[in-house]
C-alpha cells in the first residue's frame, strides 16, 4: 500500500494506483475526457492535469502513478490554470452550438465548460471542420465535435477486440475513422456512443428522439441472451426512445450488446398486436379480450372433453419471463396435460429422465475473471454471448488459455490456443478423444459408461493438448455452448463435457441460449421428472389437437420450423399469446392474443448463473396488450382451474423464489448420467451447421429495423470450407439449390474455411432458409 | 547491458545516410563484428537501420519505438520509461547516434581524455549542422567550448558579408539568439544555456540581416503545426492557433493584442503535453516575440514588414544561388 495526499485528505491505496483511482477513492473529482477505467491509459485529452508536489509542472491524474507520500491537489491554482488552459484548447475547435447536438444535455464537454471555460472565445481564426463517416446503421457521426480522445479507438481494439476505428493523420488534421469502405460491424458498436464524451459519436435510432432531460430513467432487464444485461430505458411520452446499460460490475459491467441496446426498435413495429383477434371461417377479426378468453377456454374444453387432456400441449419461448413460463405449465398441468416445453431449438431430450435441476453456467460470470483454462464446446460464443466473450476476451490478456470444439468457428477476436473443427456427428468422438487423454494424463479413472466409447478411439495431438492445458489449469471451466445444446446428440456431449470437467477437476456448466433458459427449468416449463409429458419434439411429431403458443414466432423459433408448421396445420386450435404477429402466425393460429413485451410488463428473467433479475414495466401496454402473467391467470380462472386467483405477481414469485427472490442453489444442477451410444462414423454426406444470428435469435430482435440492417443480420449464404467447395465443385458468389429432408433453398455460395470440411453453414432462424426445416441432417447442394 | 539488438533508426527523406550506414553493416557482418558469437566470444550482438518515413515526431525516443514496431508515430506517456519498458516492452536504451558514437573513445581513451577535447563541464566534441545564411553549410565537428565566430568562420562566414541578425544554436525548437549575444557565446551547453537558448541538436540555423523574424517564425510555426502528431490537446489545438495568428500578422492582418495571446497559448501548451514537441512549438514563438519585438510590433501596426521587400528579396536570391 502506497501513502498519498490528495486535497489535504490522507489515504492508502494498493501498489501500482493511479492518481485518478486514488481521488476518485476519496470522491475527489478530476476533470477528465480521455481516460475510463475499462480501458487503456492514453493521457491524451490532458483535461486531468493536477499539481503534484516537487512536480516542476501539472501532471495528468489518470496516468501517474502514485508514489509513496505523494502529495497532489486538484484544484490548487496551478491545476485550475492547466485544466482550463486545456479545456480552452478543446473548444478553439468545437462547435459552440450544443442546442442543435444531440448531445446536448449529457455531454462531458458542455457540462465541464460550464466550470472551466471561458465566457468568450479568444480564438478568432477559422474553425476546423471534420468530414462526417459512415459507421453503419446504428452509430452516428459528427466528427467535427470529436476532441480525439480516442475512447472510441481504444474500444474497439480492447474491447471489443477488434480495430473498427483509428486516429488517421497527424496534428490538428487528426481524424477518427473507419478502415476505408467499412464500417463498424462489432455487435458492442454501440458502446462507444456512451464512452464518446461529446456528440461526435451518437445513436442513429435515436437521433434527436428527444432530449436528455425530457426522458425518464427507468431499470429493466434485457430479454434477449442469457446474461441479462441490466438496462436504463429512457421513456419519453410513454414510449421508449433509448436503452442505455445500467452498470453492473457482476454482469453487463457498463457495457451493452448492440441487441440489448437497439432491440427496443421492434416495440413500435408494424406488426405489433395490439388488440385479440380470432380467426373466423379463415378471415381475421379484432375482438374484445372477454370474447376472445372465452373462446380459448372453450376450445380448450372441448379438445380436452374430445381427446383427452393429453391432446393439449404449451410451447413457450425461452424469452417469456418466469411467470409467464410458471403460468403456462401450471395451465397445461391444471388441465390434466403434462404437455408443456421452453427448449425450443433442441432436438435431444435423453438426458431429460436424469437432470436433477436447471442447467446453468456452473459459476458466476464474474468468476470469469479467475479462469485460467476454458473449454467451449459447441458454441457461436462471440454473437451468441456477447458480452460473456467480452469477458473472456479480457481474461485471456491475463492469461486465459481458451480451448474450443465446433464445426464452424468466426473470428471471436480472442486468442484460441487449440481448436478442433470437425462435422457435426464427430464432435462426440471428439469429445471421447480429450476425455481419454485426460484419463492417460491425470491416471483417474473414467467412469464406467465412458469406458466403451472410449476404447475405441485414440487421442490426436489436439485433443491431448487440450486435455493438458486443461489438467495444468488452477481454475478450470467446461462450457457447452448453444450448439451443443441443440445438438442431435446434446445428452451425449453433455455427458463427455461433464466428465471432461470431471477429469479435469474444472466447473462444469452451460451457456444457455435465452433469457430464462434457467428460468424455463425453475418455473417447470418442462416435461420433466418421468411425468407422462411431451417434450418439444414429440409434440410436434405426434400432433397434438390444441397448442398454446407463448411468444414465438412459428417460422423460426424452433429448431424444426417445418415440423411446427405442420403440426399446427394438423391441430384444431392453436392459440398464440404473442406480441407481435407474423404470417405463419396468421396462416395457422386460431386465436391471436396480444402479450405485452418486456418493457410493458413486470416478470423476472433468471440468468445462466442462476440469479433471478426481477423488472416491472417502463411504458403502458400498447393499446389492448396485456401482461402475459395476467392472460393466463384469466384463462385458468375462465376454466375454474386451481391456483389462478392469485392478486398480484408477488403470488406467484414467491412459489419460485425464496423470500429475497433468489433462486435455491439446489435447483440449478448439471449433473446427468447418461449412456453413451455407438460412436458416429464418418459420414460422406454434407451436413448442416446452423447458427443462429445473433439479431435473429428471438422475436424482438428480429423486428429490431437498425438491428436488421446491420452486417451481422445479413441474408445467410452456403458456407463451405475451400476443400468441400472444390470438392462439389462449386464457387465462392454462385447461387446454389441447397436441399434438406423437409425442403429446399436457394442461397450463395460462400467460402469460410472455418467450416469444418464435409460440411455446409447454413444459418437458422432467417425466411431463406426456413423451407429445410430441421437445424441438423443432411444437405444436398447443386449449382443452379 | 547485455542487450542483443541495436536499431538505427534515419529519417526518412534521408537516403544517403541511410545507404552508407547500409553499407557499414555489410561491412562489419562480414569483419565478424556483428551478429552471433563476435570474434568467438559469447557475445552477440546484431544492428539494423530502420528507416522511417520523414515524420519529425519520430526522432521523439518514444514515438520512435512506435514507429519501429510498426505503428503509427506518436510519443507514449512516460512513466513508464524505455528504460522499462521500451521497444516491444523491452527494456531499452536510446541515444541520439552522435552519443553513442563517442562511447568507443571514451572507452579507448578514458573520460578524462574525452573530457580534455572540451572545456569543464562541457568534455568531447560535438557535430554542428550549420545552414542558413552561410558561405559553406554543412557538419563540422569542433570541441565544445570553441567560439561561435570560429564556427560561423568554419561555415564560410555570413553570406554576401551581410550582417548578422539571429542564430538558433539547437535546432528549430531552440530559442533564437540575436547575432550580437551569439558571437559572445562559446558552442557548448553552459555558454548557450546562460545566453538563454540551448544547444539541443546542434542544428545551427543562421540568418543575416535580409530575414524578416515574422517570416521566419510563420515557417517554423507551420512546421510545428504540420509536424504535431495529434495525440495531445494543447499541442494538437495550440500548434494550429500559434500559426494561425503568426500568418496572420505575416500578411497583414495582426491585432494589437497578438503578441499578449501567443505568449499566454504558448504558456498554455507548454509543459502540459505528452512529449516536448508542444515546448518546442512554444519556444520559438515566445523567443523571437521576446528578441524581436519591435519587428512584430512593426508588421502588426503598418501591415507590412520592418525589412524591406527587397532586401528581403536580395537576400533570398543568394540564398538559391
Ligand atoms: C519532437 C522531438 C523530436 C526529436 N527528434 C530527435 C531526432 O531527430 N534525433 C535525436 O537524436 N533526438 C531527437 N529528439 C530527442 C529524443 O527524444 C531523445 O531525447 C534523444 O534521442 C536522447 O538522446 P541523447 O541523450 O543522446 O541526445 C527529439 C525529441 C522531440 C521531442
Ligand atoms: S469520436 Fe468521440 S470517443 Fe472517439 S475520439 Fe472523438 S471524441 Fe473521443
Ligand atoms: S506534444 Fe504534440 S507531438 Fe507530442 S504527443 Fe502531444 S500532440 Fe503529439
Ligand atoms: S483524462 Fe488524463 S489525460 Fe485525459
Not at chain 2, 545551427?204 to 509536424?227: G, N
Request: some cysteine; overall charge negative.
Amino acid at each position: 500500500m502506497l501513502e498519498i495526499e490528495i486535497d489535504g485528505k490522507q489515504l492508502q491505496v494498493p501498489d501500482g494506483s493511479t492518481v485518478m483511482e486514488a481521488a476518485t477513492t476519496i470522491g475527489a473529482y478530476v476533470p477528465h475526457f480521455c481516460y475510463h477505467k475499462k480501458l487503456s491509459i492514453a493521457a491524451n485529452c490532458r483535461m486531468c492535469l493536477v499539481q503534484v508536489e516537487k512536480a516542476p509542472k501539472p501532471l495528468p491524474a489518470c496516468a501517474t502513478p502514485v508514489t509513496n507520500g505523494m502529495k497532489v491537489w486538484t484544484h490548487s491554482e496551478q491545476a485550475v490554470k492547466a485544466q482550463k488552459g486545456v479545456m480552452e484548447f478543446l473548444l478553439i475547435n468545437h462547435p459552440l452550438d450544443c442546442p442543435i447536438c444531440d448531445q446536448g444535455g449529457e455531454c462531458q464537454l458542455q457540462d465541464l465548460s460550464v466550470g472551466y471555460g471561458g465566457v468568450e472565445s479568444r480564438y478568432q481564426e477559422e474553425k476546423r471542420v471534420v468530414g462526417n463517416k459512415d459507421l453503419g446503421p446504428l452509430v452516428s457521426t459528427d466528427m467535427t465535435r470529436c476532441i480525439n480522445c480516442t475512447r472510441c479507438v481504444r474500444f474497439t481494439t480492447e474491447i471489443a477486440g477488434h480495430m473498427e476505428l483509428g486516429q488517421a493523420f497527424r496534428g490538428e488534421h487528426a481524424e477518427i475513422m473507419p478502415f476505408v469502405e467499412k464500417t463498424v460491424d462489432s455487435e458492442l458498436s454501440g458502446n462507444i456512443i456512451d464512452l464518446c464524451p461529446v456528440g461526435a459519436l451518437t445513436s442513429k435510432p435515436f437521433r434527436f428522439g428527444a432530449r436528455a432531460w425530457e426522458m425518464s430513467r427507468r431499470k429493466s432487464v434485457s430479454p434477449h441472451d442469457s446474461l441479462g444485461s441490466n438496462l436504463v430505458v429512457q421513456v419519453k411520452h410513454d414510449s421508449v426512445k433509448r436503452v442505455l446499460p445500467l452498470e453492473n460490475e457482476e454482469l453487463n459491467e457498463c457495457w451493452l450488446s448492440d441487441k440489448d441496446r437497439f432491440s427496443y426498435e421492434a416495440l413500435s413495429s408494424s406488426e405489433r398486436i395490439t388488440r385479440p383477434m380470432l380467426k373466423q371461417g379463415g378471415e381475421w377479426i379484432e375482438t374484445d379480450w372477454q370474447t376472445a378468453i372465452e373462446y380459448v377456454a372453450n376450445g380448450l374444453r372441448s379438445v380436452k372433453a374430445e381427446n383427452g387432456a393429453e391432446a393439449i400441449g404449451a410451447l413457450a419461448s425461452p424469452h417469456s419471463t418466469l411467470e409467464e413460463l410458471y403460468l403456462v405449465q401450471r395451465l397445461v398441468r391444471g388441465l390434466g396435460s403434462e404437455n408443456v416445453d421452453f427448449r425450443l431449438r433442441q432436438s435431444d431430450f435423453s438426458a431429460d429422465k436424469h437432470l436433477s435441476g436447471a442447467p446453468w453456467l456452473g459459476m458466476p460470470v464474474a468468476e470469469i475473471a479467475n479462469l485460467d483454462r476454458l473449454f467451449l464446446i459447441g458454441s457461436f460464443f462471440r454473437k451468441d454471448h456477447p458480452l460473456i466473450a467480452q469477458r473472456v476476451r479480457q481474461a485471456a490478456k491475463r492469461g486465459l488459455k481458451v480451448s474450443a470444439l465446433n464445426p464452424a468457428f468466426d473470428d471471436w477476436q480472442l486468442p484460441v490456443a487449440n481448436s478442433i473443427c470437425v462435422s457435426p456427428s464427430e464432435m462426440l468422438v471428439a469429445l471421447a478423444k480429450v476425455v481419454k487423454a485426460l484419463a492417460e494424463q491425470t491416471g483417474r479413472e473414467l467412469s464406467s459408461q465412458f469406458a466403451d466409447a472410449c476404447a475405441s478411439v485414440t487421442p490426436d495431438e489436439v485433443s491431448v493438448s487440450i486435455a493438458k492445458s486443461l489438467s495444468s489449469g488452477r481454475r478450470a471451466a467446461v462450457w457447452l455452448g448453444n450448439y451443443a445444446v441443440q445438438h442431435e446428440r446434446a445428452a451425449e456431449l453433455h455427458a463427455f463435457a461433464q466428465e471432461i470437467g470431471r477429469l479435469s477437476d474444472a466447473s462444469f456448466g452451460v451457456l444457455g441460449e435465452a433469457a430464462n433458459s434457467v428460468g424455463g427449468y425453475i418455473a417447470g416449463a418442462v416435461p420433466l421428472g418421468g411425468s407422462a409429458g411431451k417434450n418439444v419434439v414429440q409434440m410436434l411429431e405426434s400432433p397434438l389437437k390444441a397448442f398454446l403458443l407463448l411468444g414465438i414466432d412459428l417460422e423460426f423459433d424452433f429448431g424444426n420450423g417445418v415440423a411446427a408448421a405442420s403440426a399446427m396445420k394438423s391441430a384444431e386450435m392453436v392459440v398464440v399469446l404473442s406480441a407481435f404477429k407474423s404470417q405463419r402466425t396468421l396462416e395457422l393460429a386460431d386465436v391471436v392474443l396480444p402479450i405485452a413485451p418486456f418493457t410493458e410488463t413486470a416478470g423476472i428473467f433468471v440468468n445462466c448463473e442462476g440469479r433471478a433479475q426481477s423488472f416491472h414495466p417502463v411504458v403502458k401496454s400498447k393499446g389492448e396488450s396485456r401482461p402475459g402473467w395476467k392472460i393466463l391467470r384469466v384463462i385458468g380462472e375462465t376454466l375454474g382451474l386451481d391456483g389462478f386467483d392469485f392478486e398480484k405477481i408477488d403470488d406467484v414469485r414467491s412459489e419460485l423464489l425464496s423470500a429475497e427472490g433468489k433462486v435455491d442453489p439446489s435447483k440449478l444442477c448439471n449433473s446427468v448420467t447418461v449412456r453413451i451410444g455407438s460412436l458416429p462414423s464418418v459420414s460422406s454426406h454434407i451436413q448442416r451447421v446452423a447458427d443462429i444470428p445473433i439479431h435473429a435469435a428471438d422475436p424482438i430482435s428480429r423486428r429490431s429495423a437498425p438491428l436488421q440492417q446491420t452486417a451481422d443480420a445479413k441474408a445467410p449464404e452456403a458456407r463451405l470450407s475451400s476443400t468441400t467447395m472444390a470438392r462439389l465443385g462449386l464457387q465462392s458468389g454462385i447461387v446454389v439449390r441447397v436441399r434438406s429432408a423437409s425442403g429446399e433453398a436457394s442461397v450463395v455460395a460462400a467460402t469460410d474455411d472455418g467450416v469444418a470440411d464435409g460440411c455446409v453453414r447454413l444459418a437458422g432462424a432467417h425466411s431463406i432458409t426456413a423451407p429445410l426445416g430441421s437445424l441438423y441432417g443432411e444437405i444436398s447442394l447443386e449449382r443452379m | 547491458m547485455g542487450c542483443e539488438r541495436g536499431y538505427n533508426y534515419i529519417h526518412g527523406e534521408i537516403f544517403e545516410v541511410y545507404d552508407r550506414f547500409e553499407e557499414a553493416l555489410r561491412e562489419a557482418r562480414e569483419a565478424g563484428l556483428l551478429g552471433k558469437s563476435i570474434l568467438g566470444s559469447d557475445f552477440s550482438f546484431d544492428l539494423f537501420a530502420h528507416h522511417g518515413y520523414g515524420a519529425y515526431i519520430c526522432g521523439e525516443e518514444t514515438a520512435l519505438l512506435e514507429s519501429i514496431e510498426g505503428k503509427k508515430g506518436q510519443p507514449r506517456f512516460k512513466p513508464p520509461f524505455p528504460a522499462s519498458f521500451g521497444l516491444y516492452g523491452k527494456p531499452t536504451t536510446i541515444n541520439n547516434t552522435e552519443t553513442f558514437a563517442s562511447i568507443p573513445y571514451i572507452i579507448r581513451e578514458g573520460g578524462d581524455a574525452f573530457l580534455a577535447l572540451g572545456k569543464p563541464n562541457n568534455g568531447g566534441t560535438k557535430l554542428f549542422s550549420v545552414s542558413g545564411h552561410v558561405n559553406k553549410p554543412g557538419n563540422y565537428e569542433i570541441p565544445l567550448g570553441t567560439p561561435f565566430s570560429e564556427l560561423l568562420e568554419l561555415a564560410g562566414g555570413v553570406r554576401g558579408g551581410r550582417k548578422l541578425k539571429a542564430v538558433i544554436p539547437g535546432g528549430s525548437s531552440a530559442p533564437v539568439l540575436p547575432g550580437a549575444v551569439m558571437l559572445d557565446c562559446t558552442m557548448d551547453y553552459d555558454s548557450i544555456s546562460k545566453a538563454g537558448s540551448m544547444l539541443g541538436s546542434g542544428a545551427v540555423i543562421v540568418m543575416d540581416e535580409s530575414t524578416c523574424m515574422v517570416k521566419a517564425l510563420e515557417r517554423l510555426s507551420y512546421f510545428y503545426f504540420e509536424e504535431s502528431c495529434g495525440q495531445c490537446t494543447p499541442c494538437r489545438e495550440g500548434t494550429g492557433w500559434l500559426y494561425r495568428v503568426v500568418h496572420r500578422i505575416e500578411h497583414g492582418l495582426g491585432r494589437p493584442d497578438d503578441l499578449d495571446l501567443l505568449n499566454s497559448v504558448t504558456a498554455n501548451i507548454m509543459g502540459r503535453t505528452i512529449c516536448a514537441l508542444g515546448d518546442a512549438a512554444s519556444m520559438p514563438v515566445q523567443s523571437f516575440i521576446k528578441h524581436f519585438s519591435d519587428e512584430f510590433a512593426f508588421h502588426i501596426e503598418h501591415k507590412k514588414c520592418l525589412v524591406p521587400k527587397d532586401i528581403q528579396r536580395d537576400g533570398s536570391k543568394i540564398y538559391v544561388a
